[in-house]
């Protein structure tokens, strides 16, 4: 992609390039895992909102402005995830259709739905104010509500977000005093979990096994202590 250009790059007009392609393609989306693919560490991030970004697509008649218009629901902030903890993925060995998912969810306007964003905002808010504080306690405690709120609503829309194997992926952290969640749009695909430093996870890993949740090599990205 910068083998013909001057300078790289710069990694907001990246995101948004990548957006609107997988806007008009697939239709729905936040456009989260395109933010983490483009930048590095860990993200605040607030959605483009794809209903907004398929309409301002619907009227551009060239993709130069809508990229240098402002996206008034985008925001993206760099944040660290305390540094007492470590964080771990686990594959369930089953593919989800996040569209769809999100389709269903999107149907629901009653009060299940309302709790559900009451709920989700505090749990995010605990999450950020643990991550800025370096509050472990707050910052898990976040993680357990966001889950909990999940699994809630997916029980409300009769969509299986927060599977058997989902579930018990983030039960086998808690019993090692962390905190567990699914990730993306959950239905299967991975979870992920947080543990303190120092404790052994061998546990943790020969009960994912025992369940058929594989743990996948991964770690967060930090571009700037990358080196090749």
Same mark, same amino acid.
């Given at each position: 992609m910068?083998?013909?250009?001057?300078?790289?790059? @710069?990694?907001?007009? %990246?995101?948004?390039?990548?957006?609107? !392609? /997988?806007? =008009?393609?697939q239709g729905n989306g936040s456009g989260a895992d395109i933010a983490a693919s483009t930048y590095h560490g860990t993200l605040k991030y607030t959605s483009f909102q794809a209903e907004w970004l398929l309409e301002e697509i619907a009227l551009s008649q060239e993709i130069t402005p809508l990229v240098e218009k402002d996206w008034?629901?985008?925001?993206?902030?760099?944040?660290?995830?305390?540094?007492?903890?470590?964080?771990?993925?686990?594959?369930?060995? +089953? !593919?989800?259709?996040? +569209? /769809?998912? %999100?389709?269903?969810?999107?149907?629901?306007?009653?009060k299940a739905y309302e709790a559900f964003l009451e709920a989700s905002e505090k749990a995010v808010t605990?999450?950020?104010?643990?991550? =800025?504080?370096?509050?472990?306690?707050?910052?898990?405690? #976040?993680? =357990? @509500?966001?889950?909990?709120?999940?699994? !809630? *609503?997916? %029980?409300?829309?009769g969509v299986d977000i927060e599977t058997p194997k989902l579930n018990a992926l983030a039960m086998e952290?808690?019993?090692? !005093?962390?905190? #567990? +969640?699914?990730?993306?749009? #959950? #239905?299967? @695909?991975?979870? *992920?979990?947080?543990?303190?430093?120092? %404790? @052994?996870?061998?546990?943790?890993f020969n009960q994912w096994s025992y369940l058929d949740i594989t743990p996948l090599d991964l770690a967060i990205y930090d571009r700037e202590s990358y080196s090749e």
């Open positions: 910068t083998e013909f250009l001057v300078e790289s790059p @710069d990694n907001l007009l %990246v995101f948004k390039l990548a957006s609107i !392609a /997988h806007v =008009r393609t008034i629901y985008l925001s993206l902030e760099s944040v660290q995830i305390p540094k007492e903890l470590t964080m771990y993925v686990g594959w369930t060995g +089953k !593919a989800a259709s996040t +569209k /769809h998912l %999100v389709t269903k969810i999107k149907k629901m306007k009653n605990d999450i950020l104010q643990g991550m =800025r504080t370096g509050r472990v306690n707050l910052f898990l405690d #976040g993680i =357990r @509500d966001n889950r909990e709120a999940l699994a !809630a *609503i997916g %029980v409300a829309a952290a808690e019993k090692l !005093a962390g905190a #567990g +969640k699914l990730s993306g749009a #959950g #239905g299967g @695909d991975c979870g *992920i979990v947080f543990i303190p430093k120092g %404790v @052994d996870v061998n546990s943790l």
